[in-house]
């Protein structure tokens, strides 16, 4: 089920899923927490910190399981988003490195780094709170519109419109990598309860294609009709094109 709430602005909406994500904490503080990447979450994450410094949280004991990862690229290159997480969020608050779980963007054996991260998703008991962002075509972390849906962590070749919205965190387009390894569409549905964040007018359109009541793997994100506890966080321009 889709709880939508619209928020006056970017600035609410954030505030609005920290408050989320902190009561999640507060109420069990071992929670398993899935993070995301991108700009829409980076709000979320300021006020996150806020609330760690003013005392009123603390994630010393929950464990982190980030969506997905650039093949390619380690931990320390700038633009991994383990860098990223690391950077903008873990770092200013109290996670160490031993909470962290990523899936591998560097490995031998493809298959046995996705069979890892589903074994430490499973280990942990599943997420109990996964953050999301949308793709403007209505990816999740980074599963592209496709045939099927591909259910557990899993390579994927980056769709065109994805290399090149992300490619403006690189220097150059040709520097994007082609590929990443993702949480798939089983693994993210398996999570208790999902807050979906969507700020932008870009998104307005794969929002409003995930309350058609249609379930298309050609718009990943529509799936998530078919969870029972999903919140839907937009703003007025990401909400742009439902109908009132
Ligand atoms: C990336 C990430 C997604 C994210 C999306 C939107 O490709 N893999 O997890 O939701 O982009 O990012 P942004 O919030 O910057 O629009």
């Not at 904490?25 to 929670?31: S, W």
């Not at 994630?59 to 290159?77: A, M, P």
């Not at 996705?114 to 499973?122: A, D, F, G, T, V």
């Amino acid at each position: 089920m889709l709880q939508l709430i619209v928020n006056e602005n970017y600035h609410a909406l954030s505030k609005k899923a920290a408050q989320i994500v902190a009561k999640q904490v507060q109420e069990k503080p071992t929670a398993a927490i899935g993070f995301a990447t991108g700009s829409t979450p980076l709000g979320l994450y300021r006020e996150l910190i806020q609330m760690y410094q003013r005392k009123e949280v603390s994630f010393d004991r929950i464990t982190t399981f980030n969506l997905d990862e650039y093949v390619g690229l380690t931990k320390k290159h700038s633009q991994s988003y383990y860098h990223f997480m690391w950077e903008n969020f873990f770092s200013k608050v109290d996670i160490k490195e031993h909470q962290i779980h990523f899936p591998d963007g560097v490995y031998e054996d493809a298959d046995a780094a996705c069979e890892k991260y589903e074994r430490q998703l499973e280990e942990a008991g599943g997420v109990d709170l996964q953050i999301l962002g949308i793709g403007a075509n209505g990816h999740i972390g980074f599963n592209e519109p496709a045939d099927t849906f591909t259910m557990t962590t899993h390579i994927v070749e980056l769709a065109e419109q994805t290399i090149e919205a992300n490619s403006r965190f690189f220097a150059d387009k040709s520097e994007v990598p082609r590929k990443a390894i993702t949480m798939g569409i089983g693994s993210i549905m398996k999570a208790k309860s999902i807050l979906l964040l969507a700020s932008d007018e870009s998104k307005a359109e794969a929002i409003r294609d995930i309350f058609t009541g249609i379930v298309d793997p050609q718009i990943p994100a529509s799936i998530l009709q078919l969870h029972p506890n999903v919140m839907v966080l937009v703003n007025a321009e990401a909400a742009s094109l439902l109908q009132p």
